[in-house]
């Protein structure tokens, strides 16, 4: 393989001088990596503002009656952090930070297909931020309908709603912008000789998630809409005093909302399946099973937005289809967790920073995925539906899957990012409170949903106390660490030692370009052997 | 502890759902531990330090297909019992005892067929019974843990449910879809009692309801009030909630929206009856349109006029 390893001195991405100055600079640069860590600064920004929410909902709970806030506090604070934390952390998530950084890089590229649209996803990103911000600072009231808009009662309620609805809609936009333009990198830009068998899974896993982007999007764009117009105008789609349907709304919105998971979920597999190799300096396992149930969650996975909606009403044929499809889709996620297991056995392990956050990643990805088998039988989920049970397990999907992975992903990629290494000890420090601090904020949530708590409430009887207690107390653990974490990375970044080329002994093409990167990344477009792969170690 | 004391069988589905937790629940934990101690078992001795030289593997297809047929198959157990303890949900028997549900913002009310309602859902021990679920305004969550069941009241739908109760008690029953405000507080109790008493709590119309006794026109109207649930959206002491409050509302002006134009009147007993049947027809100012649902159907004109008695004397 002819790797660019060899670049003079070619100016680094940071240090560019363009014909913009300082913050111009970032936000008018077609560069993805500067766009990437655009989409970093102000994910992060909006995820600091999501925890907050998430700690005060917290304090609220640690004791029966009001504690910080009241009822209608308690409501906007939940919708707010839930649609902060699904439509602009989750959703645009790994893609847009390390995707955008990423797979061009890692397919041996220049950029990705089309640059501008690159920059204008960012910026539509930010104009849904902002509208969505603009309805919690303006108007009557915050939104207080949960991230899900159920109808009817987000006609019925007086809350500054349409801001809101209208800023998740814009970020959709930005979503299947980056879908669009990361399929149409991946089938033209790889480098020669990058067959799609030999490309590495991350970039696989993007491919994955991009199609669900590009076509599940759109529908809940257009039901987006059509509950605007019928707050607006009342023209009756969902609104039963006007013969509608709420049930349908349901319908629209899980047919996104479930394949939305897997948006989520797909690329922090992906990262975690470069992890586990580079750190085990091994073959990955089973590269093609990988592949395969990438490709079979994301086809699947539009198959199962039924069980969202087991108690609904539906016709018993459908309830047990349903049921019975989201058992199957469960198949693929368990295979890839054999795989990377296997990956592991005979390897020559380097338990360092990234490692411990994959392995985390693959524990709690585990009591997600068996406690959503909990849900996906019928019996079973109907006594928990709608209980904290429920809000459990997707915290240790969305949150324990989706973040453990990309904080596997930050240490995993930061000295090629920043050319610069963080500070380990402290780096550990912070992935062990979070670690136990996530463990004990969340667990006792599925024993309450167990006793019966339901969820989105802001009393409870006096029965579920001592698990809320707990719960409380795990989020101040975990949120130490979080802050640990961040504030590591953010010293690290001006004065963390200067990170070699390839830190970790990677065998894929990012490792081979000088770290930080230079502009174009590569000088000479690299060229891929007979015998390349990205894990021939 | 429903769960965990599960053995107290409340109600006739409470084995069933069990069981497929203690199914699902026991294979995941088998699972859970063996592959976690797999992984650091693995960490550990394949160390870099005791391994320097990793062997390489690419995979194994032999693996590959055990690792998706055995866990399809147990999945499809998995599947079955879920579905075993769910299909008896389904259909109630055709001698079932019937009761009405109302779900409003934000509290039940239960009506039976003889007439009488009340707040609590008082049901016979042994006997089947068919919940008919109704909601004025939201979807709602009808939710007995206990009995393991749970339905969305969704309006403009008509749903039901079903339970046989095996234990005399008090159980709680909660609203386990978001409605609101109030959600929180939208719970009941239900009382299972054996047979023979039920039936003399039951053929017993001259307590309207059990709660509270009837003493004057004024207890009654207050009554009414509470058991169909006003006081979620109301106060008798000035404050403010969903609603205006009631104190000295009687015989006072208010400014209401009329068609969009503002207008002043004075409370007087057709107004609230109006603000009752129709309170979309005159919107107090400041308050939102479309919250207060019509009670037509629900509070009959003599009620109505036992609850402005009451307010009369809000002052
Ligand atoms: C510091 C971290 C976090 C804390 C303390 C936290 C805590 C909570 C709490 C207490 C609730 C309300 C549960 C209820 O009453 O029903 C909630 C809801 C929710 N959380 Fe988090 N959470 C955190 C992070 C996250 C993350 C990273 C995500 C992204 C996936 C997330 C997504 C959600 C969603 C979607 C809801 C549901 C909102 C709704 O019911 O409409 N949370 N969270
Ligand atoms: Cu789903
Ligand atoms: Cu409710």
Redesign the pocket.
Known sequence: MQTAAQIPHDVSYLDYKGKYKGIFAWIFSTDHKRIALLYMFSMMTL?LV??A???A??LE?IAPGRTIMGPQS?NAV??V???I??FM??IPGLPAVFGNFMLPIMIGAKDVAFPKLNLLSWYIYVLGALLVIASVLFGNGIPD????FYAPYSFKTGTNLLPAIFGAFVLGFSSILTGLNFIVTIHRMRAPGMTWFKMPLFPWSLYGTAWIQLLATPVVGITLVLVSLERIFGIGVFDPTLGGDPVLYQHLFWIYSHPAVYV?ILPAMGAISEIIPTFSQKHIFGYKAIIASTLAIAFVGYFVWGHHMFTSGMSGTAQYTFSILTFIVAIPSAIKVFNWISTMHKGSINPDIPFLWAVTFIFVFMIGGFSGLVLGALATNVYVHDT?FV?AH??FI??GG??FAFFGAIHYWYPKMFGRMYDKAWAKMGWAFFTVGFLT?YSP?FYLGMMGMP????DYLPEFHAANILSSLG?WV??FG?VIVIINLFRSAKNGPIAPMDPWHGKTLEWTVPSPPPVENFDEIPVYGEKDGPYNY | MYILSSTTNASNFVTGVDKAFMIIMGISFVFLIGLTFTMLYFIYKYNRKKNPVATQIEGSTKLEIIWTVIPTILVLVMFYYGWAGWAPMRNAPKDSFNIQVTGRMWNYTFQYENGKTTDTLFVPMNKAVKLKLISMDVIHGFFIPAFRIKEDVVPGREKSAWFIAQREGLFELFCSE?CGLDHSYMYTYVKVMPEQKFKAWYVDTTKHVDVAAVESPTANGKRIMKNIGCFACHTVDGNKLVGPSFKGIYGHKVTVTTGGNDREVTVDDEYIKKSIYDPNADVVKGYNKGLMQPYVGQLSEDDIKQITEYLKTLK
Do not use: E, N, P, Q
């Open positions: 995820f999501g925890v929410l998430g700690l909902m917290k709970l308690y939940f919708t952090h839930g649609v934390m699904i952390i989750v309908t949960g991230w899900t989520m904290a809000v997707f915290h969305v949150f989706v973040g904020l949530m969820r989105r409430y802001y989020s975990m949120a979080l | 978001y």
